[in-house]
């Protein structure tokens, strides 16, 4: 990494063509949300929980009331429960680009402070993203004048339409292994799965837990593959791995979830929207148990949201990182290189 400041005027004359990229993009998706009847919300990033599950890390603050009382309060880590407010509210297609914070994330595809493109469609199967997606990795192309999208010599043609697989499907086909064999509705069989993954030659400790199991075997031999030559979207994801998604209504092993793909970068979460707010509470109250566990440390529940999950309609919703789909297509080597005023390099 270069030496020389983001601020010093000879690096941000190379730097600027790919934030003038970045700038169009972000009008040309704004334009056609628009024109699909979405509405810009502005969420407010102050709140009672960062978010609830286990390996994600908020920053933490405290505010301090006229009384002189301080309170705990996070930045979120996701516009999620303020925009779901906002469908309880009477809002049906909404959509916004919120600056996030996440703490221990820092490397070439990630920033302690990114921009995330979330929408929401109500009464709209989760598969509607799916379409949203493919036109949003046109629209990044098109606005940074590239033919393909790129990312360390990999390459993504965003005019193709993108290849739908299950999780389950990767795992056999990249990794040898059977996931769903693990799996019973949302229940999931570590032992059986540490089984699968030696028997397919990976190496694994007797103490994995299946989560750590399923997030190595997908980062080691399942991410690398994924995005080449066109977009994937890899589908149904375990249900015990989708916090905040409904179940499929044809097997309760898997859930309404899905990832987008390019180049071999994760760039999209997309989700048929829990709204039962007592299985969201139990799985929360999971996610923080494993966290305590793990961290030594676990986030409020927003009982707010949970009251408004009561009432909010069926929907689905998805949250993109803008800035790697800006290094996509400008073919950027770094986050750092497509973010207007990049945090401290110091940290890291």
Not at 246 to 268: H, K, Q, W
Request: glycine share 8%.
């Amino acid at each position: 990494m270069s030496q020389t400041p983001w601020w010093s005027p000879e690096r941000h004359a190379d730097r600027r063509p790919a934030l003038l990229a970045r700038n169009r993009i972000q009008g040309a998706i704004r334009g056609w949300l628009g024109a699909e009847g979405f509405l810009e919300v502005d969420p407010s990033a102050l709140q009672i929980s960062p978010g609830n599950e286990a390996h994600l890390h908020g920053f933490e603050t405290r505010a301090i009331g006229n009384d002189g009382v301080g309170h705990p309060m996070y930045l979120h880590t996701s516009p999620e429960f303020a925009m779901k407010k906002l469908l309880a509210a009477g809002e049906e297609r909404i959509f916004a680009f919120a600056h996030v914070w996440r703490n221990r994330e820092r490397g070439q595809r990630h920033s302690p402070e990114f921009t995330m493109l979330e929408w929401y469609r109500v009464g709209e199967e989760y598969t509607a993203l799916m379409a949203d997606c493919a036109a949003l990795l046109r629209l990044a192309a098109e606005g940074a004048g590239a033919e393909v999208l790129r990312y360390r010599g990999a390459e993504c043609d965003p005019f193709a339409a993108p290849e739908r697989v299950s999780v389950a499907e990767a795992f056999d086909y990249y990794a040898g292994v059977d996931l769903l064999a693990s799996c019973e509705g949302a229940e999931t069989d570590a032992a059986a799965l540490r089984g699968a993954c030696r028997a397919a030659g990976i190496a694994v400790r007797e103490d994995d837990s299946w989560s750590f199991l399923l997030s190595k075997v997908l980062v080691e031999k399942i991410e690398p593959h994924l995005g080449h030559g066109r977009a994937v979207v890899l589908d149904r994801y375990p249900a015990a791995e989708a916090a905040l998604a409904r179940p499929a209504p044809d097997d309760a092993r898997v859930s309404e979830r899905f990832e987008l793909y390019a180049c071999g970068v994760e760039l999209a979460n997309g989700f048929g929207e829990l709204t039962n707010p007592v299985e969201q509470r139990r799985r929360f109250e999971a996610e923080m148990e494993e966290k305590q566990a793990i961290y030594g440390e676990r986030y409020p529940i927003d009982e707010d949201f949970l009251a408004a999950l009561a009432i909010m309609p069926a929907a689905s919703g998805i949250a993109l990182g803008f800035d790697r789909l800006v290094m996509l297509a400008t073919s950027a080597p770094r986050i750092d290189d497509v973010i207007w005023t990049p945090v401290d390099p110091l940290i890291r």
